[in-house]
């Protein structure tokens, strides 16, 4: 792979010495050459799809992420144009709890350390409204600035700023769910379903509570009542999903009927076209759908 970029990066610089030619190290070319180099005018993008997001790239235990570090360092001794693409979402569910926040400055970080010059943080790209979008994409913005900023403040900062005095109970809930993966060693990738063990039913039972006091605490103030509302739609996501595996399991199935129409209320105000990453949303399909496995009379 590297020798056709090499030559094609030759005959671009004869005529374009000004411009540069990129390449993935994804999947199958994802390791650096023994004894091959990029040319200078070569950017190699490395990928890092096959890791675990719960905890830091360099500190997990998993093989994937073990070796993807060793690939990472592998290719920082003989490039200097290493690019990162990088992966912030569950690209198979959208909208599930991610708990990915307190990793996003320490990769940010690694790359930095291993003089990588660009970095992409792949994220939901082609819907409105996945998992706490805005903060996602706050966090994304603020740690590619200044990878050292403080992880507390910047999620802090934009809980109160953007959902007012809900921002304590969302800020408990986020804390939750990060808890889980990092006290029970539970590893992540960006293709987790709604059934992995980074989520459980008494978890989700607490966020579900932590959400109400949410939407409580700013229930006299329209434009804040509704990112709440919106917010809350992946915990909702999450218990639905969870009941229509288990739609007799309590107490999950029970709050799974009472959260159906707020869910599809709030659902359509968030202009959500996707719910994973191939496929256009049918509401009216994946409602009945659900309203069937949770056996609710419609
Ligand atoms: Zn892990």
Redesign the pocket.
Known sequence: MLFLVNRVAEAVAEKYPDKAVETLAYQWTRKPPKTMRPRPNVIIRLCSIEC????PLAE???EA?RRFVEDLRGWARICDRLWVWNYVTDFRHYLLPFPNLRVRNDNIRLFAENHVRGVFEQDTYNTPSSELAALNGYITAKFLWNPDYDEDTAINEFLEGYYGKAAPFIRRYIDAIHDR?AEE????TIWVPPTHPHLTDELLVEADALWQHAEDAVRDDAVLLRRVRIGRISVDYAILERARVAPAAEPLASLARKRFEPFFAALKISGLTRIREWNELNVDEYRSGLARALKLDE
């Open positions: 675990c997001f719960a905890h997990c235990d998993q992420n993966v060693n539970i590893h992540m």
